[in-house]
């Protein structure tokens, strides 16, 4: 068990491009992995991207059982996904709340495509083709921007939609606290 320190906003390494992983089923990946869902396990995150421990590859989990912390949340199912590329099915967009592990204490209206599908490889190189809605496809696309540099902040198109948790709690803003992605 490895919990590793999160990346936190203003390190240039959250905004680079990601590598393509090209060696799967390795003992370094499979380290790899299990160092990121401890990490994010132990900070109650939905989801983290490998940028945010350092490893500048193209690699995300996420998933969480129903969880009474965020009521608004439905269970979504643990995966590890590489290399991932997101298709939009429709034009339908969605605001909601998101959070970030390298963006600790705050929360943003970031508006995200509600009907997507993902594929890419697990770690053992077969592929994995995925359909998903709802807060389940917003955390797959915010895992997945880490991957090309771009975190949530930079989604936002009306900066008074973001702020820190207890402010916006106490304004009325945010009702329930989403998690971390
Ligand atoms: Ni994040």
Not at 32 to 44: H, Y
Not at 90 to 96: F, K, L, Y
Request: aromatic share 8%; with cysteine; proline share 8%.
């Amino acid at each position: 068990m490895a919990v590793l320190p999160v990346l936190r906003m203003g390190d240039p390494l959250l905004l680079a491009r990601a590598s393509e992983i090209r060696d799967f089923d390795t003992p370094e990946l499979h380290q790899l992995i299990q160092d990121m869902l401890d990490t994010m396990e132990a900070n109650n995150g939905a989801g983290l991207a490998a940028p945010q421990i350092g490893i500048s590859l193209r690699l995300v989990v996420f998933g969480f059982e129903n969880n009474p912390r965020y009521p608004d949340a439905s269970s979504v199912p643990k995966t590890i996904l590489l290399n991932p590329i997101i298709t939009a099915l429709d034009d339908t967009i969605e605001n909601g709340w998101e959070g970030c592990l390298s963006v600790p204490g705050m929360r943003g209206l970031v508006p995200r495509y509600c009907n997507i599908e993902y594929s890419g490889f697990d770690p053992f190189g077969k592929s994995i083709k995925v359909t998903a809605s709802g807060f389940h496809a917003r955390v797959v696309q915010h895992e997945c921007d880490h991957l090309d540099g771009i975190l949530y902040p930079q989604r936002i198109p009306d900066l008074t939609h973001f702020g820190y948790i207890e402010e916006l709690l106490e304004s009325g803003q945010l009702t329930a606290l989403p998690c971390d992605d």
